[in-house]
Nanobody, 126 residues
Framework: QLQLVESGGGLVQPGGSLRLSCAAS????????IGWFRQAPGKEREGVSC????????DYADSVKGRFTISRDNAKNTVYLQMNSLKPEDTAIYYC???????????????????WGQGTQVTVSS
């Protein structure tokens, strides 16, 4: 069964940090670009960050630039999202999935085409 499993969420105070993991099973993660998305209560799901197949290209939503860092370890079949300086507005369920690479292997986008997993809850609160 092909799936991506998110983990690493939790409760953290404003200004704190978390590292999310996106682990693939049933397939090799380096065949595609990967994106992180989030959905807050009452809001639509939005793109947070994405990374190209080999990790050469990354992109971020304006709201997380300078605070979040996406990376991938294809040997471990895992993509990470390091989140620093967390704010209450970062509270959401975070998901990872396959995304379209419009400009070939050295690109990524927030155009998701993979299935959605359970996600991991991130709560930023004092």
């Amino acid at each position: 069964q092909l799936q991506l499993v998110e983990s690493g969420g939790g409760l953290v105070q404003p200004g704190g940090s978390l590292r999310l993991s996106c682990a693939a099973s049933g397939f090799t993660l380096d065949v595609n670009a990967i994106g992180w998305f989030r959905q807050a209560p009452g809001k639509e799901r939005e793109g947070v960050s994405c990374i190209s197949r080999g990790g050469e290209y990354t992109d971020y939503a304006d709201s997380v630039k300078g605070r979040f860092t996406i990376s991938r370890d294809n040997a471990k079949n895992t993509v990470y999202l390091q989140m620093n300086s967390l704010k209450p507005e970062d509270t959401a369920i975070y998901y990872c999935t396959l995304v379209v690479a419009h400009r070939g292997s050295l690109s990524c986008s927030f155009n998701a085409f993979g299935s959605w997993g359970q996600g991991t809850q991130v709560t930023v609160s004092s």
